[in-house]
């Protein structure tokens, strides 16, 4: 039986005493030319100190699985292309001879910033029982979509988080967090909820200011009912054949939105997820994991203190960390190394659609991976002309659709994630990696399932860089192009 240190090393050459002639398959993006293939080999020896050497006893971490969220812009943008492209497009998105091959679903319990407008699945103050609770609005959007996506993957998991509780059960009785006239209808009077008479600030972390209050009413009339909901809206989900298999309590606590929201001190988010959301998740859908998340803040404090509650580990499977939360994920994994990790949502930015968030998107990808994160979920995977939230924002999608041609274009973003997950496939086990760092420059190392090794380096310089890696007694040896993507797949 081949030992692990041959089998890796197998996966990345043969070697004899003849020469060495193997040869790697190079995939190359530069701005404006993307995706340009051809064959190099491996050298015998190098000069100079390599980047990376492949460790072979070392598995850093086994790669699950890529996602995206189905939104209902996302849904009115697709629908906006003729069947042939919206089928193609559905295809590179999730099926699994595509180009992405995503298999894990993200969407809204009620309305997030990318719905058409404000809804719950049950607005009517007071109904502590749900009797007026359903999901007739989602039949008409986020259910087609999402069943779109399952007739290429049918075989897709989902996890939900809220952006904002049903209204009534906010003491703001509004869906924001902040009134803002431009966005929203809320009363500047309610914004005194937010930090009281509090006036202290720390600029170095976000938020700098941190909410006094938690913006759910923290009555367990509310606590139990909102509980309930997660669990009828699992249900519901259900019966119409989509299987959501993680929950977390709040998309982006941290965030004192003008648009769909909902601020969380820690002691209310421990009571919710330790007193309500996980016991009524462990009688009705015991099958159903609970995470923390999302996390997008880098408030260590803060979220030291809701982990180092001793309920909490008995309460939650996992952590779920996007935008500031990112900086802060190495430091709390290696306090709390017992818990699954993985990347919420990648960050969306304001509908440039160039090649800057390319770089960035690909860099974002190394860190999360690099720290522990075995799930990765994109933002919008599809967005029409400027990317235009419900709520006024301008953010980045993969796939930008042009409403008055009805074409759709690839992003230079897209191919920043197709380096990615069209090689690094459910199973696949990290190897080694470095971060960005001064240089600019992204590894990771991966051996997959199907017995290939699969190197992902990026130069963000404007300069060309030398790239090393060494494993055993070979070496991938080569210059990379200034601002470029780039990977390389060695075969058995």
């Known amino acids: 039986m081949k030992t692990y240190q041959n089998l890796i090393i197998g996966l990345f050459f043969t070697l004899s005493n003849a020469s060495y002639s193997q040869t790697v398959k190079w995939i190359k993006s530069n701005e404006g030319n993307y995706w340009q293939e051809k064959k190099i080999a491996l050298k015998k020896k190098t000069e100079g100190k390599p980047d990376i050497v492949v460790e072979s006893e070392k598995e850093l971490l086994t790669f699950k699985a890529w996602g995206t969220c189905f939104n209902e812009l996302g849904w009115d943008a697709l629908n906006l292309l003729p069947q042939s492209q919206r089928e193609s497009v559905l295809k590179q998105l999730f099926s699994q001879d595509g180009d992405l091959r995503f298999n894990l679903g993200r969407f809204s319990m009620n309305a997030n910033d990318y719905s058409r407008n404000w809804y719950s699945s049950d607005e009517v103050d007071g109904d502590f029982q749900l009797k007026n609770f359903n999901i007739d609005r989602d039949k008409t959007t986020l259910i087609p979509y999402i069943k779109a996506a399952q007739n290429y993957n049918p075989n897709m998991t989902f996890w939900i988080s809220p952006w904002s509780p049903p209204s009534w059960m906010k003491i703001n009785h509004y869906y924001s967090v902040r009134s803002d006239k431009q966005f929203n209808t809320m009363s500047p009077l309610s914004d005194v909820a937010l930090y009281e008479d509090n006036k202290e600030k720390d600029v ?134 017992q818990y699954n990790y993985v990347q919420t949502e990648s960050e969306c930015g304001w509908g440039s659609f160039d090649w800057k968030s390319s770089e960035h998107t690909f860099g974002l990808i190394n860190h999360y991976l690099a720290n522990g994160c075995t799930e990765y979920t994109f933002w919008n995977a599809i967005l029409a002309d400027d990317g235009v939230s419900g709520w006024g924002w301008k953010q980045n999608a993969l796939i930008r659709v042009d409403s008055k041609t009805k074409i759709a274009t690839y992003t230079p973003e897209y191919y920043a994630v197709k380096h990615y997950a069209r090689y690094v496939s459910p199973g696949s086990r990290l190897l080694s990696y470095k971060e960005s760092g001064v240089d600019k420059k992204p590894i990771l190392v991966f051996s997959t399932p199907e017995g290939k090794t699969i190197i992902i380096a990026g130069n963000f310089q404007d300069k060309e860089q030398k790239l090393v890696v060494k494993s055993g007694a070979v070496f991938l040896d080569l210059m990379l192009d200034g601002h470029s993507l780039n990977t390389f797949e060695i075969s058995k």
């Open 204 to 337: 170095k972390v976000f938020p700098n200011q941190f909410t006094v209050n938690d913006y759910f009413i923290q009555d367990p009339r509310y606590l139990k009912a909102y509980a309930d909901y997660f669990c009828k809206f699992i249900d519901a989900y259900r019966e119409q054949k989509i299987p959501i298999n993680t929950v977390m309590y709040q998309n982006e606590a941290y965030s004192y939105t003008v648009y769909p929201g909902c601020a969380w001190t820690a002691e209310g988010t421990i009571r919710f997820n330790t007193e309500y959301l996980a016991p009524a998740l462990k009688e009705k859908h015991p099958e159903v994991s609970l995470y923390l998340g999302t996390i997008n803040t880098d408030r260590y404090d803060v979220i030291d203190e809701i982990l180092s509650d001793p309920r909490m580990s008995k309460t939650i499977k996992g952590i779920g960390f996007q935008w500031e939360g990112g900086n802060i994920l190495p430091r709390i994994r290696e306090k709390y190394p």
